[in-house]
């Protein structure tokens, strides 16, 4: 069986270890950046008397300011690799995010939030992703769709953790603890994280190496220098159109998952029970995470991007129709959904432009589709002003989901992918 269909996840200790990191990083990442932001405004607000809808509009500022630092880490991860980038990154966000829990003005607070952002998407994602393509070339499929089950847990379990510690510590230890968790998984990481697997003589995708020779382009090893530069990745099509297709996908998301609960609520159910709602989301989003890893690895990246999108189609137009049965399919089916969103980041740029190319590609398409995913508070803002309602900007979703279907049908996704083409010549 080729490695590129290959859908068993036979991976050595390593491997597993470097998708359980990466699974944490992502998971820390959500928690401190998006979700945990469910209990830790509410109590900046009451703690310090700050207007909360101004707080929240911070994360809007945090966000945007955030890209600028992508761009730079980007370029970190391509000179330096994605240990580097992850451990300091780490660091830095950790010691962030203390700053952020001893906030002493509205200032300091926007501040840190940015810092914050930065370094825990760079670390999640930047430095995560490129770490996936490197031990998971061909099974980043799989390997994504283990990771990016933390975004899940995030949702499911870090609101939980991050209430009850402030609640027994105080608001300042409480988040203290959580920054000092981040610096101690940097620590870990400094020991137990290699670059490649090559340098602690593992192969990728615990390839059998009398193997190796027919799977990947192995001539140039470590050596290789990009064939790309920054000039030259914004004159290439694929850059523009994988950052797009990517940042779509992510504005759905973002959009749909924080309003989630105003929606149910808008819909008839209580409170209680539509953040119910939200957390089963989540749990479901733990299994769409591996199923659409898996259908990736089986299928290929673009036919599953493709499926993907119509899937979440139909599962937002189950919202929309207000169908107290179809809502509760819709549930379901936005949480297999969610659990894919974020695999076909690394995924998606990986197929295209290979293990090879990936740091220096990745480096300026994320900061590039954070760009478009910001545009999610928008849509929101602009729905909600001329319908009263979020059904508006669900169908806006509708018709931008399905727009990243032909986006992604339009895109070469093994262009530039040394390795893709050693397996066919192999063949």
Not at 101 to 116: F, G, I, K, R
Request: aromatic share 14%.
């Amino acid at each position: 069986m080729k490695q590129s269909t290959d859908t068993k996840s036979n991976f050595s200790k390593r491997h597993w270890w470097v998708i359980i990191y990466c699974l944490l990083a992502l998971f820390f990442y959500t928690g401190t950046t998006v979700d945990g932001m469910n209990i830790t405004v509410p109590a900046f607000s009451g703690a310090y008397n700050w207007d909360y809808a101004t707080l929240l509009g911070f994360g809007t500022v945090a966000g945007f300011a955030a890209i600028i630092g992508q761009f730079f880490f980007g370029w970190v991860c391509s000179k330096k690799g994605p240990k580097f980038t992850m451990i300091a990154c780490m660091f830095l966000s950790g010691a962030s995010y203390i700053l952020y829990a001893n906030s002493w003005s509205t200032t300091v607070y926007v501040v840190a939030l940015t810092l914050v952002t930065v370094f825990s998407s760079c670390y999640a994602y930047i430095g995560g992703g490129a770490l996936v393509a490197n031990w998971f070339p061909k099974k980043k499929g799989l390997a994504m769709g283990y990771t990016t089950m933390g975004n899940n847990f995030a949702s499911a379990f870090f609101v939980p953790m991050i209430a009850w510690l402030i609640g027994a510590l105080g608001l300042i230890w409480g988040m203290t603890v959580v920054g000092i968790m981040v610096f101690v998984l940097g620590l870990i990481g400094i020991i137990t994280i290699k670059d490649t697997p090559e340098e602690c003589g593992e192969t990728p995708d615990n390839v059998p190496r009398e193997a190796l020779k027919n799977y990947f382009e192995i001539e140039e090893g470590q050596t290789y220098v990009s064939q790309f530069t920054t000039s030259k990745l914004l004159k290439t099509k694929e850059t523009w159109l994988v950052a797009l297709v990517l940042g779509i996908n992510f504005l759905v998301t973002v959009g749909i998952m924080s309003q989630l609960v105003q929606r149910n609520v808008s819909l008839g159910f209580e409170e209680n029970v539509a953040i119910t709602l939200m957390t089963v989301c989540a749990l479901i989003g733990v299994a769409g995470s591996y199923a659409w890893g898996w259908v990736d690895q089986k299928f290929g990246t673009k036919r599953s991007m493709v499926a993907f999108s119509i899937w979440y189609a139909l599962a937002i137009a189950c919202n929309v129709s207000e169908v107290k049965a179809l809502v509760y399919l819709s549930i379901f089916m936005i949480g297999v959904s969610i659990g894919g969103a974020a695999n076909f980041t690394t995924s998606l740029t990986a197929s295209v432009f290979g293990r090879h190319d990936f740091k220096m590609a990745y480096g300026l398409i994320y900061p590039l589709l954070n760009v478009v995913q910001q545009s999610n508070f928008l849509v929101n803002a602009i729905a909600l002003r001329a319908t009263g309602s979020l059904r508006g900007a669900y169908i806006v979703y509708i018709v931008m989901i399905l727009l990243s279907a032909v986006i992604v049908s339009l895109i070469n996704d093994r262009k530039y992918n040394k390795d893709y083409a050693a397996e066919e010549h192999a063949a």
